[in-house]
C-alpha cells in the first residue's frame, strides 16, 4: 500500500516503554509535523491508523500511511486496562511512545479531556502539546450513566476552552471536537447536528460523531458544516469504504480499535486452536518469521 489517501517521554510506572534507542531518527520538529497534519485536512480524504505501540506504529508507517492516532481503548487494552481506566499521565505518556516511534504527526484520543471543567480540558490540550502531539480528540461523554452527555452549553464551553488553549501554541494544533449522542439510547441526528456546528462555532479544526447510521447520514452531517469531518470505522454494518466516505463530504477516517481487534482475533484464535484442538494450523496462516513484521517497519 503505497499511500492511506484516496484519491478517488516515558512516564516511570506507566506501563508503557520508552521508546528511545530505537532504529530510525525523529527528523521532523513539532511545527513541521502539525503543518503536515493540517495540510493533510485540506483534501483529499485520508486515513488516519490507530497503532496501540511502537511495532504497530512502525509497521503503519512503513506501509505508508501519513498520520497516527492514538486509541484509547486500545492503548488501555495493551497494559491489561479497560477503557477510561488511563489516568492522563498514563495516557500522554502512551502518546509520548507513538510520537517518538515515528516522523509522522500524531493525533490523541483523549476522552474527554480528563475533566469536567473547561480548565481541566485547556490543561489537557497543552499537556498533549508537550506530549509532541499535534492535535487531539476530545469527547462530550462525562462518564455518568445517568447523564451521559454533558449539558450544550458547557460541552460548547468545554470545546472553546480546548480551542483557546490550542491556539497560544506556537504551531497549529489540531483541535477535534467529538459529539457521542448517537451512542446512547434516544440519540437524534438533529441533536448531533446542533453539537457539532455548535463546537465548530467555538473553534474546534474537525468535526466527530461515531455510530451514524448510514451514507445518508454521513453526508448531511458533512454537508451542515464547514470544517472537516472525521468518521470512526469500527462499528459493524455502520463502516462504509474509502471511495463511500470521500464522495459524502469525509475528509479523514479513523479506524478506532479495528486493528488492534484484528490483531488480537488472530492471536485468540491461534491460542484457542492449540489449547482446545492441540493443533497448529494456524501457521499456516501466519508471516514466516518476525524478520518480515520488521521489515515493514519505518521510523
Known amino acids: ?55 504497530s506504529a512502525k509497521v503503519l508507517a512503513g506501509l505508508g500511511f501519513e498520520a497516527l492516532a492514538t486509541s484509547s481503548a486500545a492503548s488501555a487494552a495493551a497494559i491489561g486496562k479497560r477503557d477510561h481506566e488511563l489516568t492522563r499521565d498514563e495516557a500522554l505518556a502512551h502518546s509520548r511512545t507513538i510520537v517518538d516511534a515515528t516522523d509522522l504527526p500524531v493525533s490523541a484520543d483523549l476522552e474527554n479531556g480528563f475533566g469536567d471543567t473547561p480548565v481541566a480540558v485547556a490543561e489537557t490540550v497543552r499537556r498533549a502539546a508537550e506530549a509532541g502531539l499535534v492535535g487531539c480528540t476530545i469527547e462530550d461523554t462525562t462518564g455518568n450513566t445517568v447523564h451521559p452527555l454533558y449539558d450544550f452549553d458547557l460541552a460548547v464551553e468545554r470545546v472553546a476552552a480546548g480551542a483557546a488553549a490550542a491556539r497560544a501554541l506556537e504551531f497549529p494544533f489540531l483541535l ?22 455548535a463546537f465548530e462555532k467555538a473553534g ?21 458544516l464547514t470544517k472537516p469531518f472525521n468518521f470512526m ?9 474509502v ?10 477516517i479513523s479506524l478506532a480499535t479495528s486493528l488492534y481487534r484484528a490483531a488480537m482475533t488472530g492471536f485468540l484464535d491461534a491460542a484457542r486452536e492449540v489449547q482446545v484442538h ?10 514466516k518469521s518476525t524478520g518480515e513484521i520488521v521489515g515493514l517497519m519505518r521510523s
Open 233 to 241: 470505522v469500527g462499528i459493524p454494518g455502520k463502516s462504509f469504504s
Open 176 to 197: 477535534t471536537a467529538r459529539t457521542h449522542n448517537l451512542l446512547f439510547p434516544g440519540g437524534q441526528l438533529d441533536e448531533t447536528v446542533r453539537r457539532l456546528q
Open 204 to 224: 474546534a479544526d474537525v468535526l466527530f460523531a461515531p455510530a451514524l447510521p448510514e451514507l445518508a447520514a454521513v453526508q448531511m452531517i458533512c454537508g451542515s
Open 1 to 55: 500500500m503505497a499511500s492511506s489517501r484516496a484519491s478517488t517521554g516515558h512516564t516511570p510506572g506507566s506501563g508503557y516503554p520508552d521508546s528511545s534507542g530505537l532504529k530510525g531518527s525523529i527528523v521532523a520538529t513539532q511545527r513541521e509535523k502539525a503543518n503536515q497534519f493540517q495540510k493533510l485536512h485540506e483534501g483529499p480524504c485520508f486515513v488516519i491508523p490507530n497503532p496501540w505501540d511502537i511495532g
Open 278 to 287: 492441540g493443533t497448529f494450523t494456524f501457521l499456516e496462516r501466519t508471516l
Open 243 to 252: 471511495a463511500e466516505l470521500a464522495a459524502a463530504g469525509v475528509r479523514r
